[in-house]
């Protein structure tokens, strides 16, 4: 996997699928930055009011690097490709997606507690200019299967098992699909200031010994009682380095 240059949006970007790249980072002479919605705001709604963000910070739309997306409900494969679609479809019109290329990175998972009633923006992250800047990164969610497939259910890490051994082989899938997407960047779990975990099971019987053992947990992790997007998935993590962050 060779990272790629998004010049427009001031980054470098791992390919993935159609829907996301595997991770970004800001190119020299930017930073990424992140904003959290204090509440989440619907996609249609959302769009908009990271346009007008990125238009006060004095960035076009192509500075949009990473979303992280909140949604109602576990879906089916054919009902995560069509919010993948009309998710894209704004993305194309940025000029973002071009040419069956997305640079964006993405997460989006779905509460467990309190519901939302449509796919909903949480969090996003952009690219301002900053000479002075160190080193900064998004990793795109991955949950225990592999991206390009035909399909997921055919290629679930121990599909349908929670028990220890299984949440614990599934966390470990994770985790090396992680360090391959910081490696491809040129970062090491060092250099994360945020690792987050999204899953319904309980974490602490591994956590010592794969997550924290791995340096992957240098800040701590912030563990989201969600669910991964699609059914059959149980356990997907995220990571950033990121040094500028805010709530609006």
Request: with cysteine; net charge neutral; charged share 25%.
């Amino acid at each position: 996997m060779s990272k790629r240059d998004f010049l427009p949006g001031g980054y470098s970007y791992l390919p993935g699928v159609f829907q996301y790249s595997a991770g970004v980072a800001a190119l020299s002479g930017f930073r990424i930055e992140r904003a959290t919605f204090q509440r989440p705001v619907a996609l249609a709604d959302g769009f908009p009011k990271i346009e007008a963000l990125l238009a006060a910070r004095r960035r076009p739309p192509t500075a949009l690097c990473a979303c992280e997306l909140r949604s109602p409900g576990q879906m089916s494969e054919d009902a995560f490709r069509h919010l993948n679609e009309l998710y894209v479809e704004q993305l194309a019109k940025w000029g973002v997606f071009v040419d069956g290329a997305n640079p964006v990175a993405r997460s989006n998972v779905c509460p467990e507690r309190s519901p939302l009633a449509e796919p909903s923006f949480h969090a996003f992250c952009y690219t301002v200019e900053d000479r002075a800047a160190r080193p900064s990164f998004v990793i795109a969610g991955s949950g225990e299967v592999p991206e390009g497939r035909a399909n997921y259910r055919d290629h679930i890490v121990r599909p349908g098992d929670t028990s220890l051994a299984g949440l614990r082989e599934k966390a470990r899938f994770v985790l090396d699909e992680m360090e391959r997407r910081l490696a491809g960047l040129g970062f090491r779990w060092r250099d994360a200031t945020a690792t987050q975990i999204y899953t319904i099971h309980d974490i602490h019987p591994f956590l010592a010994d794969e997550i924290v053992a791995r340096a992957a947990a240098t800040y701590g992790v912030i563990w989201h009682y969600c669910r991964p997007p699609v059914v059959g998935l149980d356990y997907e993590m995220d990571c950033r380095g990121v040094d500028h962050e805010r709530v609006i």
